[in-house]
């Protein structure tokens, strides 16, 4: 497989975790991501790796757990009322400092909610599970990020230890669009596993991996020595996209994943407004700096979301400015198409 | 170069095939293409549409509001979306089983698919028919690249299929090509 191709989102995620090496895979079906799943239960086993199907999402998570202690590069997915499931997880991964994948290919809650795409775990992804920790969380705007993105976040997980989080939607896991696959593309393995991993201490000394650390003192220390690893994620993997040229807009768009591409028809479409688009990449850690930077010199700050206003808050930590911070939402399932964005603008501009 | 279609009609009729078809020919002539299908609770005779973009430039949102192109199927189809046709909108419809509003705009293409693949013996390429027509009433793919596409798709099927497919795209351009 080279040169353009059309592929639907899902798979997309599912080649880019084989390119980068993830050797495992565990998951429970649920929609809007079976096709990853799906394609991974026939091409694990032909890239020599495992695919595990779990009784639940909670032994998806566990089984990712035990397959990074033991080194390999590994992955679940799933979408959102099986995200939640695997919060504890999530946070005993961070706490034992293993790396790991973790998609979520969100769909309309509260509770089962839908299966249409939403963006309604924002929170969730940045502000993740018990325990004082965090995750790298990078959303996908196209189908080639979703291979990227992906790729990726195989390298960004073992180079911290730390699990790793592809946050997207139903709209981008669904949909097929051409993407360039870059196949002699190979992964960086930053910090290989055979110098922690549990491989068995044949002529080396025992390693230990938990996360319950009940000597007085050792817990407070594990969390100042994480929030070091943190701030030094902060410094060097932020990402965002902001055309630097249209420096000439009196209104800032800030949107993520799927809704950043409707943003963009609607910047395109409504030549009566001067507006540009800010595009967090990583949702954590969050371009608050840069963000606060792009929004001087703007009259107005629109965040429009597939929720009731999650990033928003970030957004008004970012800007410092309430009175400019105007919202525009659709929760449960409700897709903003690119004529709604913009008569919102236009209202709210005039 | 932007090109919308939105292609409707019941399950089982080959609605999100046909999209899948325009968007891969648009692929193979290196253009950027997306397919967005309506998913659900999907089942055969079942309401079915989906959304194809292809574009030279950067495609924004997969969705498709105001169609150039509307392809339907049947009366439902056409019922739901006739509503967003403009003065400007090309629609392809299966007159075999839509009754055409005369007081619609846009550019019709009225072409009684069903009967042509019954012709043919084989109602499955019904949608090969309207791909045809599409073609060749908007010159956006390439007719040859077309053709190598649904050999390509079909590869593994036996021969006959594959010739009454590529006679269906054919009866289908020939059809469109004469209005």
């Given at each position: ?6 592929m ?35 091409r ?5 790796g ?27 997915t799933?979408?959102?009322?099986g995200m ?41 992804a ?36 730390n ?30 596993a ?10 080396r ?27 030094e ?12 040229k ?39 850690p969050f ?27 970030d ?17 449960g399932?409700g897709?903003?198409?690119?004529e ?11 | ?19 899948l ?5 648009a ?14 609770a999907?089942k055969r005779g ?21 169609p ?66 599409y073609?060749?009433?908007?010159k ?39 209005k």
């Open positions: 497989m080279s040169g353009k191709m059309l639907k989102g899902n798979i997309a995620i599912a080649e880019g975790a084989i390119d980068a090496g993830c050797r495992f895979y565990a998951g429970y079906p649920i929609t809007p991501q079976n096709e990853i799943p799906e394609y991974m239960s026939k694990m086993p032909e890239a020599g495992v695919f595990m199907q779990a009784e639940s999402e909670l032994i998806s998570i566990n089984l990712v757990f035990g397959a990074s202690v033991a080194g390999a590069r590994s992955m679940t799933s979408s959102s009322p939640s499931l695997m919060q504890e997880g999530i946070s005993y991964m961070a706490g034992c400092e293993l790396p790991g994948v973790i998609v979520n290919v969100m769909r309309g809650g509260p509770g089962l909610g839908n299966i249409a795409p939403s963006q309604s775990d924002y929170f969730q940045v502000k993740p599970g018990h325990g004082d920790f965090r995750m790298i969380t990078l959303a996908p705007s196209n189908i080639q990020e979703m291979y990227d993105f992906t790729f990726e976040a195989f390298d960004l997980a073992d180079k911290y230890r699990p790793v989080m592809i946050l997207t939607d139903g709209l981008l896991g669904q949909m097929m669009e051409t993407i360039e696959l870059s196949r002699g593309r190979k992964p960086l393995n930053p910090r290989p055979s110098e922690w991993a549990l491989t068995g201490a044949k002529g000394e025992p390693r230990k991996i938990l996360s319950l650390l009940m000597k007085p003192g050792a817990l407070e220390q594990h969390n100042y020595d994480l929030w070091k690893k943190y701030d994620i902060k410094k060097s993997e932020l990402r965002y996209e902001f055309n630097e249209e420096k000439d807009y009196d209104c800032l768009i800030v949107a993520f994943g799927s809704v950043a591409r409707t943003s963009k028809g609607v910047i395109a479409e409504g030549k009566d407004i001067k507006a540009a688009l800010f595009r967090p990449v990583t949702l954590w371009p608050y700096a840069e963000l606060r930077e792009a929004a001087k010199k703007a009259k107005k700050v629109f965040v429009f979301e597939m929720n009731m206003g999650q990033m928003v808050e957004v008004r930590l970012a800007v410092q400015d309430d009175s400019k911070v105007e919202f525009y939402g659709r929760p399932g897709l903003p198409s690119q709604e964005l913009l008569s919102f603008l236009r209202k709210k501009v005039k | 170069m932007t090109e919308k279609i939105m292609i409707a009609g019941s399950g089982g009729q080959g609605v999100l095939m046909l999209g078809f325009l968007a891969r020919v692929a193979m002539e290196k253009k950027n293409a997306t397919w967005l299908p309506a998913y659900g999907e079942g309401f079915s549409h989906c959304s194809v973009i292809i574009s030279d430039e950067e495609i924004f949102s997969p969705m498709v509001e105001n150039d192109t509307l392809i339907v199927f049947d009366q439902r189809a056409y019922d739901s979306y006739k509503s967003r046709v403009k003065e400007n909108t090309l629609v392809i419809q299966n007159s075999t089983l839509v009754k055409d509003d005369e007081a619609l705009p846009g550019k019709k293409v009225k072409l009684p698919a069903l009967e042509m693949a019954n012709r043919l013996d084989l109602a499955k390429v019904m949608n090969v028919i309207m791909a045809g027509a073609v060749a009433a908007k956006v793919i390439n007719a040859e690249n077309a053709v190598e596409e649904l050999k390509s798709s079909l590869g593994r099927k036996e021969s006959g299929v594959i010739k009454k497919n590529i006679d269906a795209f054919k009866a289908g351009m020939e059809y469109a090509g004469k």
